[in-house]
């Protein structure tokens, strides 16, 4: 009983601001603040450009091609969720590999491997994206906060050369700030023909600790994923004001869809690769 007036009196105490004294925000109370206003910042400043890229990419999906999604390390977090995703659509293909991701901190599959391979140059055209349906006329979203990279470099050059719009979604700030490590001397936003600022900081952490010059609690992953959204409920939008039928991936605790249901979805999103295929290499 003791424990739990603690706990509930600890409960009130942060509901009035903070456990130390009222008036000073808690840690999560700033790190809320913080995303709230890139998330504004991304309303404001970045509205233009998520409109130009929804519109292109409603446009490639109207014509029967492809939105491609492209990220490495943590920026493939933003492709996972674009489909199938409750929400989205047909019409996304996102572009995994698990050599571009980590599966734990240390050891096989790790993150300091990742880290190796997605700073070679020649893996992502070489090893990776020349295996991928990437047609003229498509569009590929390449993820990346800090833009220079060989893998989110080398991405936006291959789909460049293969006839695609490449979208850029990245911390300008941070690209202002770095200089070229590509051999082609190329940062993301000087191949990109659509910019979309996620508005981050380059520390990317934003939640400073008193007398630690280090700041804690990561943001490009919220930014780049509620870009994301943004990018899909547009291009949906305007889709549907067309007179597409959109195949929409649909929670099965919707009434009046069932698991069935998303079966014929991922069998229609399996077509309409394999259609990719043979438009690119025939039959």
């Known amino acids: 009983l003791g424990r739990t007036h603690s706990f509930l009196a600890a409960l009130d105490t942060c509901s009035q601001g903070t456990m130390k004294g009222v008036g000073k925000l808690l840690a999560f109370e700033t790190y809320l603040e913080k995303i709230e206003t890139i998330l504004e910042r991304i309303k404001t400043e970045q509205g233009k450009n998520i409109l130009k890229a929804a519109n292109l990419m409603a446009d490639c999906i109207s014509k029967g091609g492809l939105v491609h999604l492209f990220g490495s390390g ?54 990776f994206l020349r295996y991928q349906p990437i047609a003229r006329g498509d569009v590929l979203v390449v993820y990346s906060h800090g833009g220079v990279n060989a893998a989110p470099v080398e991405a936006a050059l ?11 979604v ?13 051999s082609s001397g190329k940062k993301l936003s000087d191949i990109a023909d659509v910019i979309i600022d996620n508005c981050v900081p ?5 939640v400073e600790l008193e007398g630690r010059k280090e700041r804690i609690a990561a943001s490009s992953t919220v930014a780049a994923v509620a870009i994301t959204m ?15 039928d ?5 929670s099965p605790n919707v009434e009046g869809f069932d698991v069935d249901y998303n079966i014929k979805i991922f069998d229609q999103h399996q077509k309409t690769i394999s259609a990719h295929y043979r438009k690119i290499y025939g039959e």
Request: charged share 15%; hydrophobic share 40%; aromatic share 8%.
């Open 170 to 182: 990245l911390s300008m700030q941070n690209q202002s700030l770095a200089n070229p490590t590509h």
């Open 158 to 168: 291959y789909g460049k050369k293969a006839g695609a719009t490449v979208i850029a």
């Open 74 to 127: 943590h920026s493939v977090i933003p492709v996972l969720d674009a489909f199938p995703r409750y929400g989205s659509f047909i019409g996304f293909n996102p572009l995994t590999d698990p050599r571009l991701m980590w599966f734990s901190p240390t050891g096989p599959a790790s993150a300091p491997g990742l880290l190796l391979i997605e700073r070679k140059e020649g893996y992502i055209e070489d090893g």
């Open 246 to 250: 959109l195949k929409i991936f649909v």
């Open 230 to 244: 943004c990018l899909i409920a547009q291009t949906g939008s305007i889709l549907h004001e067309r007179g597409k």
């Open 202 to 206: 380059p520390e990317d952490a934003v």
